[in-house]
Structure formats: structure tokens, C-alpha cells
């Protein structure tokens, strides 16, 4: 039983200047394994850098986070990250890309090769072993960019707004795709977005977050069972719900501002 | 393609026309500016010798000694240059003490370089490329510290993610995406290169494209010169194609894509 656990975690950014910005104040959060955790925020909530840290990109300022107990120290196999578009590497094709933690591991080249067939035969995207990232669409990049996360079996998915950038189609298609995968996989997920639909749509619980400086405002379980509707009307009493946190927060962000 | 082929030759064949048909109805004087016709007859009456005993050689072989030289220069250039940048954008210390002299060094015309050569090497090869070398490794430097900045953060924390050490990320992420541009930079100076391998050539080297210009005035040979002077362009034309391949074909991806 795999959990990511974090504790009363603060970050602050020193600026330019010798200013000190307090990105988050102070979040506890707990994700146990085979959850999907969404946390919605406004932009610069420090949603995306509250993922940074449980990655072990960036160190904590205060508080603690992890993983099946540990501290996080650095990037740890057990949580990989998923950015926003372009993170593919443009010098790799897609298996390349997708076998990339392989290589970090020491990996031999033909087992590296095999094991990243297999993960692109599972989001079939076998087709697609020899191209380039700009040879794909941004729904195939982001594809990829998840099979790329897949290979080496983390136990958590650290995904960051990774469909911000695609028009509607192509999303709602990512996010089917999505679930498969966490289904499929058996993964945990904790999924960053500002989203309201995308969050109420995939998560089983929604975390959301207070504008700068990042604090968690409320948790909600979301009870609906899945292939969740956006039309069905349970679906939209949690949107109002969470619309009318995120006005006030928007609000409140710009007269931070 | 074909299209395209035309539109790029018929321009040639107008100029050159042109010139053969001022030069035949004696609009200029053929005897101090020979056309075509004249300087390619002058070239295959002379078995495409020219010059005589010691500084005597073939047009081919001036050809390829000019392009060995000019390519040589680059190649190690480049090569220098890149790993020169990454190093000193490996430490603070380096780039804060190295970087000043390099910007100092970098403004420096290849041209400004040939004394230098001539003194340290002698005349010949070494020389030659020394001065291309010279003319573009402190440039390029620069350029490669210019490109490790601008490396895509995204690219590296996802390389952090999977697990990438930092050599790791050095060689496998910031390497790779700082080529492309520090190449095109390459490319840029090439012209200024090429015009210093010449003067290189007129001034000491006894052979290659640039004598056979020298010859010409010394033999008073205007076939000569204008001979020497289409060579120097087709041989530059025909080496700027060849990095406009590297650059399209091997080194081909953009930052971020």
C-alpha cells in the first residue's frame, strides 16, 4: 500500500532583490494508492510548484513530504512528473522519449527498447515508435508524454496541467485516455488543474487551493460514478460548488495584486 | 522541385548571358574582364594547371585544399567551442572569470588572426585553420553559453524526473539542445571564415583558391582572375550548402517542439 503524504509543507521563493515570496503557506494533503486527487486552484495558487516538491525538484521550506513513509530528498522513480506540452526531448523519437527513464537507470538498450514497445503498444502508439515529437499532434505529444511516465511503473503520476495547452476535442479525448490508463495501470494520480469540469470529470477527490499564497481551502469527495457525464445534473451541483471557491479566489488574486 | 530548380538557375543563366553578349559586342573590355567563355577555355587549354614549378598545382587541388582548411576550422571549432560553453556554464566561478575574456577575444575578425598564425605556425595548413578556428571558437563559445541559458526548463526537470543526474542531464538534455543553435550561429560566420582562409592564402599559403587570384595579378592574367574568383564563389556556395544540409538534416530539431 503506497501513500504520498504531505505535511504542513510551506515554500517560499527567494526573488531578485533579496525578496522573499511565499508561494505556499501551508498544505496538507494525503493520497493513498490507486487514488485520482485533483488539485484546482486560480493560476499562481503554487499548485503547479506544490507538485514540483512532492517530485523532489525543489526542496521544501517547511514541513515534509512522503512517500510510503520517506522523506522526499530528490526525484525519486516512485513519483515522476508530467508537464504541460513540450516536454518531449525533439532529439528523440517516441520510443526513445518514452524509454528515457530507462536510460537514466542504466537500462540496456534492447530491454529499454522492448519495455517501451510494450508501454506504446498499451496506448497504441506503436505506429508512432519512429517519429518525432514534431512529426505528432498535441494530443500524440501529450500520449507519449504519458506512456514516457508509464515505463518505469511509478507508483504516482505527478501530473501537471498536462492538457491545458490542447483545444477542447482533443481534451476530452486525453482525458478518456487518462482514465484508461489509471484504470488500466492501476496507477495514483494527483493532477493539477484550474479547471472546474476536467476536475469534477476525472478526480475521486478535488483539493481546492486559495490564491497566493497556496493554501488548501476545502476537500471534496466527488461521488459519481464513472463514465461521469458533464450533463448529468449531480455533476453540476459539484461545479457550482466549486465555481463559486474559485470566483472568490480569482477575486481575491487580483486584489492581491 | 523542378519549378523550384528553374527559378533558382534562370537567374545564372541571364547574368552569365548577359555577360557573354556585353563582352562579345565589346561593351567592356575583354582584356581586363574576360566572360565565361573566355576564362572556362582558358581552363581547359591549360589542362587546369596553373601556375608554374614550386607554385604550380591543379584547380582541383586548390579547391579541396581551400575547402579541407575552411571545413577543418569549423569542425574543430565547433567541436571546441561547444564543449569550451558547456563547461564554463558548468560552474559560476568559471563563467564569471572565463566569460569576459572570451567576449574580449570574440569580436576579433578571423582576418585580424592571420599575422598571429603566420608567426606561431608557418605557412601552411596549420595556419589556415587556425585562423578559422580562431575566427569563430571564441563567437561560438559565447553562443553555446547564450544557448545553455535558454535551454527549456521544462526539459530538464523532466530529465530530474526520471531520475537524470546532472551529468546526466548535461550530456543527454543540454547538449543535444544547445547544437542546433549553436551551429546556426556557425553557419552565420562561415562567410567570414571563408573569406579569411583566402586572405590566408593570398597573403602566404602557396596554394589553394585564394593563390590562383594572386597568380592571376602577378601573371597579370585576367582569365586567372576571374577564374579564381568564380571558383571562390562556387566552393564557398558549395560548402555554406553542405552546413545548410548538416543544419537540416542531422541537427534539425528547434528548441522546445
Known amino acids: 500500500m503506497s501513500s504520498l503524504t504531505i505535511d504542513h509543507v510551506r515554500k517560499t521563493w527567494h526573488a531578485p532583490g533579496g525578496l522573499q515570496v511565499l508561494a505556499i503557506e501551508e498544505v496538507s494533503v494525503e493520497v493513498s494508492s490507486g487514488e485520482f486527487v485533483a488539485i484546482l486552484g486560480p493560476s499562481g495558487c503554487g499548485k503547479s510548484t506544490l507538485l514540483e516538491l512532492c517530485a523532489g525538484l525543489e526542496p521544501v521550506s517547511g514541513g515534509e513530504i512522503r512517500i510510503d513513509g520517506e522523506k522526499v530528498a530528490g526525484p525519486n522513480p516512485k513519483a515522476v512528473m508530467v508537464f504541460q506540452e513540450h516536454s518531449l526531448f525533439p532529439w528523440l523519437n517516441v520510443e526513445q522519449n518514452v524509454a528515457f527513464g530507462l536510460k537514466t537507470k542504466g537500462v540496456r538498450a534492447d530491454e529499454r527498447s522492448r519495455r517501451g514497445r510494450e508501454v506504446l503498444e498499451r496506448v497504441k502508439l506503436v505506429k508512432f515508435a519512429r517519429h518525432y515529437p514534431h512529426q505528432l499532434s498535441g494530443g500524440m505529444k501529450q500520449r507519449v508524454a504519458i506512456a514516457r511516465a508509464l515505463v518505469g511503473s511509478p507508483e504516482f503520476m505527478l501530473m501537471d496541467e498536462p492538457f491545458a495547452s490542447l483545444d477542447f476535442q482533443t481534451r476530452v479525448l486525453m482525458q478518456q485516455f487518462l482514465l484508461e490508463i489509471w484504470l488500466g495501470f492501476k496507477s495514483t494520480i494527483l493532477f493539477v488543474t484550474h479547471q472546474i469540469d476536467e476536475a469534477v470529470l476525472l478526480a475521486d477527490r478535488v483539493v481546492v487551493m486559495s490564491a497566493s499564497p497556496g493554501r488548501v481551502l476545502e476537500e471534496i469527495r466527488i461521488d459519481l460514478r464513472r463514465p461521469r457525464s458533464m450533463t448529468d445534473p449531480a455533476f453540476n451541483e459539484y461545479r457550482v460548488r466549486l465555481t463559486s471557491h474559485m470566483e472568490r479566489e480569482v477575486m481575491r488574486a487580483a486584489e492581491v495584486e | ?257
Do not use: H
Request: hydrophobic share 60%; aromatic share 12%.
Open chain 2, 1 to 257: 522541385m523542378a519549378r523550384a530548380l528553374a527559378a533558382a538557375l534562370l537567374p545564372w543563366v541571364v547574368l552569365v548571358g548577359l555577360w557573354e553578349i556585353a563582352a562579345a559586342r565589346g561593351w567592356m573590355t575583354t582584356s581586363l574582364f574576360p566572360p565565361p567563355s573566355s576564362f572556362i577555355k582558358f581552363a581547359i587549354d591549360s589542362d587546369f594547371r596553373v601556375g608554374f614549378g614550386k607554385e604550380g598545382m591543379t584547380i582541383p587541388a586548390a579547391i579541396l585544399a581551400s575547402a579541407f582548411r575552411v571545413v577543418a576550422g569549423l569542425f574543430l571549432g565547433f567541436i571546441a567551442a561547444v564543449a569550451t560553453g558547456i563547461l564554463v556554464s558548468m560552474s559560476r566561478i568559471a563563467s564569471a572569470s572565463l566569460l569576459p575574456i572570451v567576449r574580449g577575444l570574440a569580436p576579433i575578425a578571423p582576418i585580424a588572426w592571420i599575422p598571429v598564425g603566420i608567426i606561431v605556425f608557418g605557412i601552411g595548413n596549420p595556419t589556415a585553420i587556425f585562423v578559422v578556428f580562431t575566427g569563430v571558437f571564441f563567437l561560438l563559445t559565447l553562443s553555446t553559453v547564450a544557448a545553455v541559458q535558454s535551454v527549456d526548463a521544462r526539459l530538464i526537470k523532466t530529465a530530474r524526473t526520471f531520475g537524470a543526474s546532472r551529468p546526466q542531464v548535461w550530456a543527454w538534455v543540454i547538449f543535444p539542445a544547445v547544437l542546433p543553435q549553436v551551429f546556426t550561429m556557425l553557419r552565420i560566420n562561415f562567410f567570414a571564415a571563408w573569406m579569411a582562409v583566402l586572405a590566408a592564402e593570398m597573403v602566404g599559403l602557396k596554394n589553394g583558391v585564394g593563390m590562383i587570384v594572386i597568380l592571376g595579378r602577378e601573371m597579370f592574367n585576367p582569365n586567372l582572375i576571374m577564374l579564381g574568383i568564380c571558383i571562390i564563389g562556387i566552393t564557398g556556395y558549395a560548402v555554406d550548402a553542405l552546413l545548410l544540409f548538416i543544419q537540416r538534416k542531422i541537427l534539425w530539431w528547434k528548441p522546445a517542439e
